[in-house]
């Protein structure tokens, strides 16, 4: 079954859809190699072979019983099709009992992912195999899309609502994570992972294991490592071409143009103001679309990204 | 009228005998014109967007321009091009000819909606100061927050919809009011049954998307919060009210496309349409199903199951009048005469490429497999197949079928067919190409993506490379047949219905005098059968 969708599914769910996809195709692959078949057929086999015989054709204008058979046949074929892409579907909008619960919000352009215990994270969701895991999704701004392609499933996040999906990962590994309504420049970089890890895995993650041993870890180093893991880059470059912000290259230290002609000096309190309070300094030319790291980010952490901004010369 | 020097309704010159006419055929020569130029324009953005996706990382554009340019190419494809094309143009240019009248039933009315439509792509032209970058949908509350002109635009769109609605009510009644002594219904040609319900929706429909872009202009300029949650709002409404115009219109884009094949198939297999009263009546059943369905654009967009349930039941309904069609088609190929000039090419594609397109719909109609494919390239394969596969295919059948007619000049036919080979060449590539990297889950408007897309990025710019070439040679193809191509006979293909009983180019009035039907336009074939 998997070998059909070219990557495979990951999860019981995601096999039961694929069996639909093949259904379907097997159904339509016969109607289309009839109707096709039949029409290049008709096409060689009466072409006109010889001028003059045009109009020595039947006069053939329809026929009752021809027609009764293929208002039918493709009305209950359809039916068919439809009962079967319904039942998958109402199974997988039944969430398992005992299901995990974590807070999705979809914000412009990142994935914010809240767990029930407290612990936040950006982009990156650990669950684990073999547990029911149900997303709660939101937005804090348009509509996004949240996209799981190996589990085959898809919901909107959508403002002042909240919607959900739930799926039962069988398989360890790193899934992708996709955007699929569109939400403005950062749209096809709003990505994200799903990280299946093995149930001793994920308890010693959810302990904090996996956070130890960095307490010595220095500040430039740390900053460097949340950067990457707080979805910073889907808008700032490191180096390189631009993206929807500012470069963070020779960033620090410049004088940079505000919208409304002034200037300011990105010094370490402009940087941590412009994570915290992003809409209050605005970079001329840039978007004022940055979404706080008030919440998100302790004091200590933004210190240690304002640390790792200076390298960055 | 100057009868007699071959030149027809084209013999009187300068601006003002086409800005102010009042004749139907030369009215939809402008429209004609103006949607091919739209085309052309879209398929420029088109190739540049094919061109950026050559590479995972934006390499020749920003994410910005990329999301400008994808939105420019959906909007005037669907908006200036595909909506107006057949209708306004060929339907303008035909309806009266094939009804056996002199006119359409309000000819300045006619005239108006043509500057209707004039002035909502200029409005829309001015929106690109700070262009729209929402994608065609225009979904809320992105449309109501972003930086894009999106209110003069919602503008240029409320006109265009009044100019579609002027021509559906024209013609309703010209088809109700203006037919030939002895032309009953059920001796029309199957295009204007096809017209026929194609204005319905326009009358029933365009008012609805008219009122929507009303609602999201004051939206943003009032800040009245239809569609913001933080002022009681609803985001998900929007979606409710664009589609419900926005799936009927899909009829509208694809009824006339099946008109024009319907006329093409039997004059050139030399045989009577196949169940002409399953075919006329599908389109109207078409018609009415099409507004049932809307909400199968939203199966992912939190409504209830049951509600996503019923609209799944209710889509699968209108592949059965679909399917009617094609069986039809083909059946009247069945012990046919069958010759392959321009038009049936590009007739047989039509069925072609629209049997891989209606193929495509039961993975998305299906909701366990929607939920999957939906907003992904699967999506954007499927509507390309139905809608340029489709009614492009059926549009070119159309202006190669009725270019003699239009211009008095044939086409050079080799070319014709050299340009077609590149189409269906290109066009395959391209598109079916999508088809895989949508099940594989790449989701559509992405100006970047995962370097696992690559290979069949490449390979459909490739092919819409190929597909651009044969689209160049075709108008190229129709430019040098309009400067020297060799004068065309009143009726080139031997064809029954009314058009082709006057001259080509047809005299101002049409006919000098009002023909009296006796028999329905299908009458090939001489066997019994």
């Known amino acids: 079954m998997n070998s059909i969708q070219s990557f495979g599914a990951a999860s019981g769910e995601a096999g039961k859809v694929d069996a639909v996809f093949l259904l379907i195709a097997v159904i339509c692959g016969f109607f289309f190699l009839l109707t096709q078949g039949l029409l290049v057929y008709f096409a060689v086999r009466y072409r006109r072979r010889a001028a003059g015989r045009d109009n020595e054709t039947p006069r053939i204008t329809g026929n009752h019983l021809l027609e009764i058979v293929w208002i039918l046949v493709p009305t209950i074929v359809v039916m068919a099709i439809f009962y079967y892409g319904w039942k998958v579907y109402s199974d997988m909008r039944i969430p398992r009992p005992g299901a995990a619960e974590v807070h999705v919000t979809g914000k412009q352009w990142m994935w914010e992912i809240r767990y029930p215990g407290g612990r936040t994270a950006i982009n990156e969701i650990r669950v684990q195999r073999g547990k029911p895991v149900k997303f709660l999704l939101s937005s804090s701004d348009v509509i996004h899309g949240f996209y799981l392609p190996e589990f085959r499933v898809k919901m909107d996040a959508i403002p002042g609502r909240i919607t959900s999906l739930w799926l039962s990962p069988d398989r360890a590994g790193t899934f992708a994570i996709h955007c699929t309504v569109y939400c403005g420049d950062g749209h096809s970089n709003m990505n994200g992972s799903l990280i299946v890890m093995e149930p001793a895995e994920y308890a010693a993650w959810e302990r904090g294991a996996a956070e130890a041993g960095r307490a010595d870890e220095p500040l430039p180093k740390r900053g460097e490592r949340l950067v990457g893991a707080s979805g910073c880059l889907n808008c700032h470059a490191v180096s390189g071409k631009e993206k929807i912000g500012p470069n963070f290259s020779g960033l620090f230290g410049s004088k940079v143009p505000l919208e409304g002609g002034t200037t300011v000096s990105a010094d370490e309190e402009y940087l941590r103001e412009s994570i915290v309070d992003p809409g209050a300094k605005v970079v001329k030319g840039y978007p004022n679309v940055m979404p706080t790291y008030k919440t998100s980010m302790k004091a200590e952490e933004v210190r240690a990204v304002v640390e790792y901004l200076k390298t960055l010369r | ?486 004068p065309a006979p009143g009726n080139p293909w031997r064809a029954l219905s009314l058009e082709w009983q006057t001259p080509s180019p047809p005299e101002t009035e049409n006919f000098h005098e009002i023909p009296l039907v006796t028999d329905w336009p299908y009458g090939y074939g001489t066997k019994k059968a």
């Open chain 2, 1 to 486: 009228m100057s009868a007699g020097d071959g030149k027809g309704y084209l013999s009187e010159r300068g601006w003002r005998s086409w800005a102010f006419t009042l004749d139907h055929k030369r009215i939809g020569v402008m429209y004609l014109c103006t949607t091919i130029f739209f085309f052309l324009l879209g398929g420029v953005f088109a190739l540049l967007l094919r061109l950026e996706l050559l590479s995972p990382q934006a390499r020749y554009f920003s994410n910005h321009a990329y999301n400008v340019f994808f939105t420019l190419h959906g909007a005037m494809m669907i908006f200036l091009f595909i909506i107006p094309a057949i209708p306004s143009g060929l339907g303008n240019f035909l309806i009266p000819l094939h009804l056996g009248a002199r006119d359409v039933a309000f000819p300045r009315l006619n005239l108006a909606s043509y500057w209707v439509f004039v002035a909502g792509f200029l409005v829309i032209v001015g929106s690109l100061v700070a262009p729209m970058d929402t994608g065609w949908t225009f979904y809320t509350p992105y449309s109501a927050k972003t930086g894009a002109a999106v209110t003069t635009l919602s503008l240029g769109v409320f006109l265009i919809g009044m100019s579609s609605i002027l021509t559906g009510l024209n013609f309703i009644v010209t088809i109700h009011k203006l037919r030939a002594p002895g032309m009953s219904f059920l001796r029309m040609p199957l295009f204007l049954w096809s017209m026929y319900a194609t204005s319905i929706i326009q009358v029933v429909a365009t008012p609805v998307v008219g009122v929507t872009f009303l609602l999201l202009a004051a939206e943003r300029v009032l800040g009245v919060g239809f569609f913001d949650p933080a002022k009681g709002g609803d985001p998900v409404l929007f979606q409710h009210f664009f589609w419900f115009y926005s799936h009927p219109v899909v009829y509208v884009m694809i009824l006339p496309a099946m008109g024009i094949v319907s006329e093409v198939i039997p004059v050139f297999s030399r045989k009577p349409i196949f169940g002409y009263k399953a075919i006329a009546y599908s389109s109207l059943a078409i018609a009415f199903l099409g507004f049932l369905v809307w909400a199968h654009h939203m199966f992912t967009s939190g409504m209830s199951p049951l509600a996503n349930a019923i609209f799944s039941f209710m889509t699968f309904f209108v592949a059965v009048p679909t399917a009617v069609k094609v069986f039809n088609w083909i059946a009247t190929l069945y012990r046919g005469s069958i010759t392959f000039e321009a038009p049936m090419l590009y007739a047989l594609t039509f069925i072609f490429l629209f049997i891989i397109g209606g193929l495509t719909g039961p993975f998305l109609g299906a909701l366990a497999t929607n939920v999957q494919l939906h907003d992904t390239y699967f999506v954007v394969a499927h509507f390309h197949y139905t809608m340029m596969g489709g009614t492009v295919m059926g549009f070119f059948a159309g202006l190669h079928y009725w270019f003699p007619k239009i211009t008095g000049r044939m086409l050079n036919e080799k070319a014709a067919r050299a340009s077609w080979a590149l189409i269906f060449l290109g066009f395959n590539v391209t598109f079916f190409t999508m088809f895989f990297l949508g099940v594989r889950g790449m989701p559509r408007r992405y100006a970047e993506y995962l370097p696992k897309y690559h290979s069949e990025n490449v390979v459909a710019t490739i092919g819409s490379v190929i597909l651009t070439l044969g689209i160049l040679a075709m108008v190229w193809n129709f430019v040098q047949g309009l400067r020297s191509g060799t």
